[in-house]
T-cell receptor, first 113, second 114 residues
Framework: DADVTQTPRNRITKTGKRIMLECSQTKGHDRMYWYRQDPGLGLRLIYYSFDVKDINKGEISDGYSVSRQAQAKFSLSLESAIPNQTALYFC????????????FGDGTRLSIL | AQSVTQLGSHVSVSEGALVLLRCNYSSSVPPYLFWYVQYPNQGLQLLLKYTSAATLVKGINGFEAEFKKSETSFHLTKPSAHMSDAAEYFCAVSKGAGTYKYIFGTGTRLKVLA
């Protein structure tokens, strides 16, 4: 089984819908992250969490919210989806931060029509 | 501010040829540097990391990278390309232990020609 699991893997939805992307991990890491990947732009940080009670905005948090339900679970929500949120979304974890690598899920490909 | 520049969004090499993927960084403090590989429909996987222990870092699948402070570079190399190396490669930098922020380059897609 994957260490970092994202569901769903693919989602197509319509403008204005609320969407939740889920991430769970079995690595036992405290730190979890949500990124979006767009062609030619690399990965950009949406939100990050150091533990269940510590959630922080990243560089592109507008239009997104998150919930850290447990150490192992970190969900990303789009309250009212818009087409420019069409992207590939990744959840990642790390043990400590900075000097430790991140561990990524396989991503959720989200299309908003 | 920290940044990462990957020169060449697409690189093509022949099977058996040298692979060289370029990464330059800017950082006001000694950085930690990482290379990741992304295969189609998968997440990023760590290839190797530099955390100041040694300037030449060996990673998985025969890849290595050399940290050159004077050139602010951390280029990724592999002596002989294999078809299975075709993927997208990302360089990333962090400011150090205790930071949350990892800055990723825009990626280089490697194509291996038979």
């Amino acid at each position: 089984d994957a260490d970092v699991t994202q569901t769903p893997r693919n989602r197509i939805t319509k403008t204005g819908k609320r969407i939740m992307l889920e991430c769970s991990q079995t690595k036992g890491h405290d730190r979890m992250y949500w990124y979006r990947q767009d062609p030619g732009l690399g990965l950009r940080l949406i939100y990050y969490s150091f533990d269940v009670k510590d959630i922080n905005k990243g560089e592109i948090s507008d239009g997104y919210s998150v919930s850290r339900q447990a150490q192992a679970k970190f969900s990303l929500s789009l309250e009212s989806a818009i087409p420019n949120q069409t992207a590939l979304y990744f959840c990642a974890t790390s043990e400590g931060s900075g000097n430790q690598p991140q561990h990524f899920g396989d991503g959720t490909r989200l299309s908003i029509l | 501010a920290q940044s990462v520049t990957q020169l060449g969004s697409h690189v093509s090499v022949s099977e058996g040829a040298l692979v060289l993927l370029r990464c330059n960084y800017s950082s006001s403090v000694p950085p930690y540097l990482f290379w990741y590989v992304q295969y189609p429909n998968q997440g990023l996987q760590l290839l190797l990391k530099y955390t100041s222990a040694a300037t030449l870092v060996k990673g998985i699948n025969g890849f290595e990278a050399e940290f050159k402070k004077s050139e602010t570079s951390f280029h990724l190399t592999k002596p002989s390309a294999h078809m299975s190396d075709a993927a997208e490669y990302f360089c990333a930098v962090s400011k150090g232990a205790g930071t949350y922020k990892y800055i990723f380059g825009t990626g280089t897609r490697l194509k291996v020609l038979a």
